[in-house]
């Protein structure tokens, strides 16, 4: 009897140091020592200031989708709503000027956004084919609108978003880990994130609950698209123009950033912590094995390997727990 | 004394956080049906998930025949002919009820395998006849109601070849007709030199069916005993530790103002014109048949399913409650009947499960009150002694009758005016059962109207003040608590 306590009597976490949270950022040092070690230009501050640039694109939509995937579902979208920003952004610039661009571009990804969570929330069709064929429409709409061509021409204020500085961090990287700090506490700290896990745990009883469920599972495709867009406009930033080629696969290498963090697909649990772990997993790797000249064909195994492997030991953790 | 069949000793697990099981031992002979009884959290499951192959014991050894074994997975247990029914179902809805039978082990013919369909469905017909189980070996599993798919559970495990079989709770949803038809097939599987370990909260079973019995305590073998050498009552104290005195703690009180009226609910092919008022202070039970529609009466209250027609009245006010956040905001809970399915968020803390409800309420500057949710959840996990090294445990690693606590401590955070209790005493043990009843005469002690929808009409007689029965979606009868006797409701369940 002495080990089994009435609730209240007891404070604190109670299941005591995580170890197995442990293993990411060794994995990181890791990685940080070994390519450290095969090429100096490795840890300096350009390059680690360059790789948050380039990485940050991806940051952002991976954030969009740990919160779809907590609720359950998945978001297939975003590589191509990317696109689709990039090339309407860029023609609003063109038309009214860099603000009215941005907001444009913005106002978009949330409109893509809501567009599936009314259909992911109102119909029974699954997240994964809702999500997959918004992927094929926005992706050829990005090619419709530009015919097939990069639109140049934009106005110059935009390359302070893609090349810019806040002191020595890239505004690529200060957007987006703004957006972890600001999106990390919404998960653990409001409502919202509250019935996101809540939602995907059991819906039928968050239902029940009197949680308006649908509202808040499709509140999350409405975050990932607007997070996508986002992303669009930064990258539309770096390349100066509007793309329809950008993105492509992005919304992969976003779930793999989201489960190599160690969220489970299916739903129920989850951190951006977790996350942005995952993210900068596969930032480190993809800029080491490139100073290390590997082919980016082998950087494909790797990185696939990695999220087998990453997901394979968090299964065998869970049985020997 | 013959060798045993079965022999486990000194049998020891813990879990983070909770010590499981602790030296306990257990046999069986062949052709014994030896029962194991203890309150929720006792260990029960704990024990047979080890004998199954599902958990490995910390300490302990395990003789089959007097051969010591060690099961690394459930299939090494089901190769030594050890075979288990859960309370959880382990069928595969899509599939047929012969598939599902033979799942595993599928009649094969020639060298590539092909499955003898017509083989399987032959002897899935033979088998479920020889039990007495009137259900289509060809229709799919998701077609079937609670009881039936049971029985299909329990006829998968015996078309293994078993020599020991345990069953967790088999006749919790179970029918009176159903469950002599499980007796009669337990019977012949003794003749036939089988084992059955046999789990149940039903004590007057055991004088019927049970050989010996085990007594559990907090993780510990309180006793072994022939049946019939030991009263009921004495297994009941030997469970909870303590007398029981009044299995239906009922109290007077008087009723109040009506609360709810109910008027010519409707909802096509499940509910027909249902009337009913319910007034403060007052338990309205609800009795009829499985599938007779009362659960989908607490549904439709709660707007958990869309009604075509009808009125609902909260304190003489017209409400149109079409999901259940109108319900609740209309003053109402709803305990649901399956707690797993509807009740819980098994992989979130307690705390999030208990304020999930309220948690709105809970806010400061748009964040959540932390703090807040958690002395909240402290109360009422303290007021009803959830047992539980912390608050951020996930449920998941709750016993039993501490997640239906867990339910119950979800909804009186909401501090309801109506409270809907769909069985809710389903599965969970004697000294928890009276834990419920108390505190369902307390909450009408505190003006609360209480429906309460339950299959044991001993439960419905001793704690309703008047009990409405239920046929086919209507309201078949409504009978006083003076008038009521087990005879009458179930003349008006059948027919009438």
């Not at chain 2, 007034?279 to 075509?308: W, Y």
């Not at chain 2, 409650?321 to 819980?344: F, H, N, T, Y």
Request: charged share 20%.
């Amino acid at each position: 009897m002495d080990e089994r306590v009435a609730a209240g009597t007891l404070r604190g976490r109670g299941e005591g140091v995580r170890w197995e949270r442990l293993g990411l950022p060794v994995v990181l040092v890791l990685l940080g020592i070994v390519f450290g070690a095969a090429n100096r230009n490795f840890l300096t501050a350009a390059n680690l200031s360059n790789v948050a640039r380039q990485y940050s694109p991806l940051a952002l939509i991976s954030i969009g989708q740990t919160f779809v995937i907590i609720n359950g579902g998945i978001d297939l979208t975003v590589g191509a709503l990317m696109a689709l920003t990039s090339v309407c952004a860029a023609l609003a610039m063109l038309a009214w000027g860099f603000a009215p661009g941005v907001l444009a571009g913005l106002a978009l990804g949330t409109a893509v956004g809501a567009a599936n969570g009314v259909l992911v929330a109102r119909t029974p069709i699954p997240p994964f084919i809702v999500t997959l064929g918004a992927l094929s429409m926005a992706r050829g709409a990005a090619f419709t609108i530009s015919g097939g061509q990069p639109i140049s021409g934009l106005p110059t204020p935009l390359l302070w978003l893609g090349s810019g500085a806040i002191g020595p961090v890239p505004v690529p990287a200060a957007v987006a880990l703004a957006a972890f700090v600001i999106f990390h506490i919404v998960l653990t700290r409001t409502r919202f994130g509250l019935y996101t896990l809540a939602i995907g745990g059991n819906e039928e009883a968050t239902r029940l609950s009197g949680v308006p469920t649908g509202w808040y599972k499709g509140m999350a495709y409405v975050l990932s698209g607007l997070l996508a867009a986002t992303a669009g406009l930064i990258l539309t930033a770096r390349t100066f123009s509007g793309q329809p080629t950008i993105g492509e696969s992005q919304e992969l290498y976003a779930i793999a950033s989201v489960v190599i963090g160690g969220t489970r697909l299916g739903g129920g649990e989850g951190s951006l912590v977790r996350t942005f772990l995952g993210v900068l997993v596969i930032a480190i790797l993809g800029n080491g094995l490139n100073l290390l000249n590997v082919s980016s064909f082998i950087q494909m195994i790797l990185i696939g390997l990695i999220i087998v492997l990453a997901v394979g030991t968090d299964f065998v953790r869970e049985r020997i727990r | 004394m013959p060798n045993a069949l079965l022999e486990m000793r000194g049998i020891t697990k813990a879990f983070p956080g909770v010590q499981a099981l602790r030296d306990v031992d257990l046999a069986l002979h062949a052709g014994e049906v030896h029962v194991l009884v203890g309150e929720n959290g006792a260990g029960k499951s704990t024990l047979i998930k080890i004998l199954s192959g599902v958990y490995q014991a910390d300490r302990g050894t395990i003789q089959l025949r007097g051969e010591p074994i060690s099961f690394r997975s459930p299939r090494d247990a089901q190769d030594r002919g050890i075979s288990t029914v859960y309370q959880e179902f382990n069928l595969v809805p899509q599939l047929s009820v012969a598939e599902n039978i033979y799942l595993g082990q599928e009649p094969v013919r020639g060298w590539l395998g092909w499955v003898d369909r017509g083989r399987r469905t032959a002897a899935a017909r033979e088998l479920l006849g020889s039990l007495d189980i009137a259900v289509p070996p060809g229709g799919p599993v998701r077609a079937l109601g609670v009881a039936e798919q049971q029985l299909v559970e329990i006829a998968r495990a015996l078309s293994r070849a078993v020599r020991i079989i345990v069953m967790d709770e088999p006749t919790a949803a179970l029918t009176a007709h159903e469950i002599r038809g499980l007796f009669a097939s337990i019977r012949a599987l003794k003749t036939r030199g089988v084992g059955v370990i046999y789990i149940s909260h039903r004590l007057e079973e055991l004088a019927e069916i049970g050989d010996r019995v085990t007594v559990l305590r907090d993780g510990q073998r309180v006793g072994t005993a022939r049946v019939g050498e030991v009263s009921t009552d004495a297994i009941i104290r030997m469970m909870v530790g303590r007398e029981v005195r009044e299995k239906y703690p009922k109290t007077a009180v008087a009723p109040g103002e009506e609360v709810l009226r109910v008027q010519g609910l409707t909802r096509p092919g499940v509910l027909t014109d249902v009337s009913f008022s319910l007034r403060r202070g007052e338990i309205l039970g609800i009795a009829g048949l499985v599938g007779a529609g009362r659960t989908e009466l607490a549904l439709a209250l709660f707007g958990a399913v869309p009604v075509a027609g009808g009125t609902v009245t909260i304190k003489g006010r017209t409400v149109r409650v079409r999901s259940p956040r109108d319900a609740i905001r209309a003053g109402m809970a709803l305990l649901p009947e399956d707690r797993k399915r509807q009740g819980l968020v098994l992989v979130q803390p307690i705390v999030t499960n208990i304020t999930l409800p309220v948690v709105s309420r809970l806010q400061r500057w748009g964040l959540l009150d932390r703090r807040g949710m958690r002395a909240l959840a402290r109360r009422f996990a303290g007021a009803l002694r959830i047992v539980t090294p912390d608050l951020d445990r996930r449920v998941a690693y709750l016993s039993g009758g501490n997640q239906q606590k867990v339910v119950l401590a979800k909804w009186l955070a909401t501090r309801s005016e109506i409270v809907i209790f769909d069985e809710p005493t389903r599965g969970i043990d004697v000294g928890a059962k009276i834990e419920v009843y108390q505190l369902m005469s307390d909450l009408v002690a505190q003006g609360t109207g209480i429906l309460m929808i339950s299959s044991e009409l001993p439960e419905v007689l001793g704690m309703s003040d008047r009990i409405l029965v239920m046929r086919r979606g209507r309201v078949a009868g409504e009978f006083s608590r003076e008038d009521a006797t087990a005879e009458r409701l179930m003349a008006a369940a059948l027919a009438g």
